[in-house]
């Protein structure tokens, strides 16, 4: 059996354990309340309030206020307070110099001279206050707990504060850097898109020079080309208009295949017309690739232009792909050069159809709305484009078609157009089922 000393001394033992394990749940609560305070507050100012509501719901006092330091200029600004009379205009530091560093418990606040020229005349029923310094990676913070009461804080009060103000600082401090990690991860993801934009705009004002330069020297020798196959293709018809006439033209056709030379040289004539022609249009598309602004524009009615554009592919394409017209009903206004506009749109459904299986092409053509702007989209069931050719459609001279069958230009010069219209060009989607070109135009609202 225990004698009364033993008795005194396991209860004494025991009141000291509970204190203990009163102490520790008061920290837990805090800790574990002002994690879940931090985690589901999305800025400073939402963590500090719900902060403000965890410290009331474990410590006692009337108010609660906190400050942030500043070095440059000296002076605290006030972050929060549960008490709005508060005056948020800064205060000397020089004053609370004292505060920034250490841990004060002041039983009585009434005669020291700091509280009597900065706070006791918003608190002026407060008696005593326990402030506590914490910082994080970018803050200093003064954490003040006034209460009514004359020596409020016991000691355990305030080693509870300052281990929960450290977890607090800690926990701040990690949330801090993985913002400004993140922040700073954003910042240079824009830059490096920024400096591809501007290398990207050099290279397009280079290639556009490039092809000035290229359309210029190739329009003279052409020119002369082309009219000298004009001229002997005159030639060629009054030549065989002689030799049909001549009385010896049976006996020289015995000698020489003249229905031979004539009908070949006819049509030695006319492809080398069709290649002169093609190295004109090619000159041309350099021409309003590097010069896409040389013409005016004017208000028009998109689905119109579109149902336009239409007519003349479908001579193109009949044979190989049908096109199914889906044009909005509030026939959307657009200010644009026409000309322009449908070479952009001839150039998708031409594209679209040389995509797709041959005389199994459903082309699709829609319009419609999106926010201040108008769109049109061509949809193709074809092939497809492969991820390593979707980043360079838009190049100039960029083609996936056999050599001879393409110049890289349609898309290049499309783009190019539909910039200097304010536009947006993108292909929207491309798998081996088909692809989606959409074009963004701004809308003339009425």
């Known amino acids: 059996m225990l004698t009364n000393e033993q008795l005194h001394e396991k209860l004494m033992q025991l009141s000291f354990e509970k204190k203990q394990l009163e102490r520790f749940k008061f920290l837990n609560d805090l800790i574990l309340n002002g994690l879940n305070a931090i985690l589901s507050s999305d800025n400073h100012e939402q ?5 403000f509501s965890v410290i009331h719901e474990v410590i006692s006092c009337q108010h609660i206020v906190l400050l942030l330091v500043n070095d440059k200029p000296q002076q605290l600004e006030l972050v929060r307070s549960t008490n709005e009379n508060l005056p948020c205009e800064p205060k000397p530091l020089d004053k609370l ?4 560093e250490h841990t004060l418990n002041c039983f009585n606040v009434k005669n020291l001279p700091w509280w009597t020229d900065i706070f006791a005349d918003t608190f002026d029923t407060i008696n005593s206050a326990l402030s506590h310094p914490f910082k994080t990676s ?19 009060i305030q080693e509870l504060l300052s281990s929960f103000t450290s977890f607090v600082a800690n926990t701040l401090t990690q949330v801090e850097t993985r913002k400004l990690i993140s922040e700073r991860d954003k910042l240079l993801l824009r830059q490096h898109r ?25 329009n003279n020798p052409l020119g002369f080309i082309y009219s000298n196959l004009n001229t002997l293709k005159v030639y060629l018809a009054d030549f065989e208009k002689v030799i049909r006439a001549h009385p010896s033209a049976e006996q020289n056709q015995q000698k020489i295949d003249v229905d031979f030379l004539l009908d070949d040289g006819k049509d030695l004539i006319e492809e080398s ?11 041309n598309n350099l021409r309003s690739y590097s010069h896409p602004d040389d013409k005016t524009s004017s ?21 190989n792909s049908v096109i199914e017209l889906k044009l909005c009903a509030q026939n959307p206004m657009v200010i644009v050069n026409a000309n322009q506009l449908n070479q952009v ?20 053509i829609q319009s419609g709305f999106v926010e201040d702007n108008c769109y049109f989209e061509i949809i193709d069931n074809g092939c497809g484009i492969s991820i390593e050719a979707q980043s360079k459609i838009f190049e100039p001279f960029f083609t996936t078609k056999d050599i001879g069958q393409g110049t890289g230009l349609g898309l290049s010069l499309s783009k190019a157009i539909i910039d200097q219209h304010k536009g947006q060009i993108e292909l929207r989607h491309s798998s081996q089922t088909g692809s989606t070109f959409r074009v963004t135009l701004p809308a003339v609202l009425v």
């Open 47 to 51: 963590i500090f309030q719900k902060l």
């Open 97 to 100: 110099v004292h505060l920034t």
């Open 138 to 156: 970018q803050s200093h913070y003064i954490l003040l707990l006034l209460s009514e009461k004359r020596g409020a804080f016991s000691p355990q």
């Open 194 to 218: 920024i400096e591809q934009s501007l290398l990207q705009q050099e290279k397009m004002a280079s290639l556009g020079q490039l092809a000035a330069g290229v359309a210029h020297e190739l």
């Open 273 to 283: 017309l069709e290649g002169a022609r093609r190295a004109r249009d090619i000159i």
């Open 299 to 319: 208000k028009m009615a998109l689905n119109q232009l579109l149902d336009s554009a239409v007519k003349i592919a479908k001579t193109q394409i009949k044979h």
């Open 345 to 364: 749109i001839l150039n998708l459904i031409v594209n679209a159809n040389q995509a797709v299986a041959e005389g199994k092409g459903i082309i699709t």
